[in-house]
């Protein structure tokens, strides 16, 4: 006979010196990011660029019940995407901004990638991700190397698009925060769609660009830079940035390259702008940081679980972790800028 042993009856309770709402913020977040991602498919974003409507007229265009669209709306006007105002909702300056795919700061093509690939950041994917600490998008591979297997370039444009719609805004900020007006030529390492190599040459119209990348992405980049008429400042070459020598730079421009691989990993691409630079020239990195003891900011440490299910040995790391990097492949004047909303550089350069 199984014996019950009785507890004790509980004669005090005593309310929680701290509130809950961090925990109920992460739980209500599981909802409202993707009903997000559900506002941008319906397309519910554009239909209020054309003119301010009220939620009847929006159910109507959407083929939602007024309740359904309410739970939308109300989303959207939470996370200050739209705002109501006499019966109708309009958009807000960041959705203009951002959310509509006219615009050239927009992010729909990530929020499309996010939809292609839902399953990875569900619980069941974070924690695939997690357990096994490899990636779980494309199934084990690195992503650059999946990208250069044949027969994937419809992966690698739509890929390489999405990078670039979350890379515009910031590729018109990061040039604003240091003076090349002495640089000549920037070599964009692993440059994708050539976002900051367009932005760097629209600020500092002196300067060429050379992105560097695979072949299907440079084909994506060369549609780029036809579409800003930059085709005499900026060029592209297929070049494999570990096998293949860098071409001339005196400036060398790496945006979330870094934070796809290890340390070690990252040691051999410091060491071989070290060596591949003019003397006298610089190096960027341009990445989302960590503070120097990994424990924040949210955004980042956010990111950091995105470069786990994404990206064999990829995490990001802090100015302090790239800047000992840097001085450990021989660079001086290391400093360490934000830029613009969550993004960062780390900048130094090589003795004259």
């Not at 698009?161 to 920037?186: F, G, Q, R, Y």
């Not at 945006?255 to 630079?277: A, C, G, P, V």
């Not at 840097?326 to 780390?346: C, H, M, Q, R």
Request: hydrophobic letters at 40%.
């Amino acid at each position: 006979m199984t014996q019950v042993t009785s507890k004790a009856p509980i004669n005090k309770l005593d309310k929680p010196q701290t509130a809950g709402t961090k925990v109920w913020d992460v739980i209500v977040g599981l909802y409202n990011y993707p009903t997000l991602l559900v506002a941008h498919e319906l397309k519910l974003f554009p239909l209020l660029a054309e003119t301010s409507r009220t939620l009847e007229e929006i159910s109507q265009s959407l083929n939602l019940a007024p309740r359904a669209a309410g739970t939308l709306l109300s989303v959207c006007a939470s996370l200050d995407f739209i705002e109501l105002k006499d019966g109708y909702y309009s958009l807000t300056n960041v959705a203009s901004e951002y959310l509509l795919e006219t615009n050239p700061t927009s992010f729909c093509g990530y929020l499309d990638l996010m939809i292609a690939n839902a399953d990875s950041f569900s619980y069941v994917g974070v924690k695939k991700a997690i357990l096994t600490d490899a990636p779980i998008v494309y199934e084990g591979d690195s992503l650059y190397e999946v990208h250069e297997q044949e027969n994937k370039d419809q992966v690698t444009r739509t890929f390489t698009k999405a990078m670039h719609s979350i890379s515009v805004a910031p590729a018109l900020a990061w040039p604003e925060t240091l003076d090349l007006s002495n640089n000549k030529h920037l070599l964009d390492i692993a440059g994708g769609s050539g976002a900051h190599s367009i932005g760097a040459t629209l600020k500092w119209p002196k300067l060429k660009a050379t992105i560097l990348d695979i072949a299907p992405v440079c084909e994506v980049a060369q549609e780029y830079i036809a579409e800003y008429g930059l085709s005499e400042q900026i060029t592209t070459e297929v070049r494999d940035m570990w096998n293949d020598p860098f071409p001339s730079a005196d400036l060398h421009f790496y945006s979330l390259i870094y934070h796809n691989y290890d340390l070690e990993k990252n040691r051999f691409l410091t060491k071989k702008s070290f060596d591949s630079l003019e003397p006298g020239g610089r190096i960027i990195i341009h990445q989302w940081l960590f503070n120097d003891h990994r424990t924040g900011p949210l955004s980042t440490a956010a990111f950091n679980v995105i470069m786990q299910i994404w990206c064999a040995g990829g995490q990001e790391y802090s100015g302090l972790e790239l800047s000992t990097i840097l001085a450990e492949a021989g660079f001086v004047d290391i400093e360490v800028k934000p830029t613009f909303e969550y993004w960062s550089i780390v900048t130094a350069r090589k003795p004259e």
